[in-house]
């Protein structure tokens, strides 16, 4: 399908960093096709690129399956060093495990949760290092559709597997050095998705019925009613 005008393929995604069964690979399917489609503006960074939403489906299988169920497939983790590094950081934080448990097997509600925490964080990670060339041109492939050839990164090159080495260790140091910043990032983001949670109850109950998904068609308008109220600042967005 077309996104930000690139033929994607969803069924050709990144490798999964989790153990994950054809019945779960081929239920992310049917959830992420229908929340492409909203062409959610305010989410554009988690959902732009092959990268960025195959980041999209760790979270939402760690979400979806709960912190006891999670197994990391070793080979892919080394495989995507940048995605495995983000992915580890984010999962092992006190605000994620309450996450996990407010999600967990609730597939539509565990991939809105997914989607805005990516947003988030490649955000944060996005402006911590843009006057960074090196590490930048590593992470660029997150979300950067231009970018985006599947080959390459099968299979990295010498020169993207040591920018990719290098966007790692930059990525841990600056979030070790960071980290009550870091940690204020994922309260927002636990705040942020807890308040919409609690849109959503509001509505099941005035509507009694509700479509699967259906909240995603207002994560914008929530977005910015949310930001004018808690985080007003002189940038035209929070999320970007």
Avoid at 63 to 75: C, D, M, T, V
Avoid at 79 to 101: D, G, M, N, W
Avoid at 189 to 195: A, E, G, I, K, N
Avoid at 213 to 222: A, F, G, P
Wanted: hydrophobic residues 40%; aromatic residues 12%; negative net charge.
């Amino acid at each position: 399908m077309l996104i930000n005008g690139i033929e994607i393929d969803l069924e050709k995604l990144e490798k999964p960093l989790l153990l994950v069964s054809e019945d779960e690979e081929f239920l992310f399917q049917q959830l992420i096709q229908p929340t492409l489609e909203y062409e959610l503006i305010q989410c554009q960074l988690a959902l732009s690129t092959r990268k960025s939403i195959s980041l999209v489906r760790d979270f939402w299988l760690a979400l979806y399956k709960g912190q006891e169920k999670l197994y990391i497939n070793s080979g892919h983790a080394l495989l995507y060093p940048i995605r495995s590094i983000i992915f580890e950081l984010v999962t092992q934080a006190e605000y994620f495990k309450r996450l996990s448990k407010k999600s967990f097997e609730d597939e539509c509600l565990s991939l809105i949760y997914a989607v805005v925490l990516v947003q988030f964080v490649l955000r944060w990670i996005k402006e911590r290092f843009s006057d960074n060339k090196e590490v930048n041109e590593a992470l660029k492939l997150l979300y950067r559709t231009t970018d985006d050839n599947e080959d390459d990164q099968t299979f990295p090159s010498r020169e993207q597997s040591i920018g990719q080495a290098i966007a790692v260790k930059a990525i841990r140091f600056e979030v070790r050095e960071n980290s009550q910043e870091f940690a204020s990032l994922l309260y927002q983001t636990y705040d942020f998705l807890h308040y919409l949670h609690d849109i959503e109850k509001e509505k099941e109950k005035e509507q009694k019925e509700t479509t699967k998904l259906s909240s995603m068609r207002n994560v914008e308008d929530v977005l910015n009613r949310f930001y004018n109220k808690r985080y007003t600042t002189n940038k035209a967005t929070f999320t970007g």
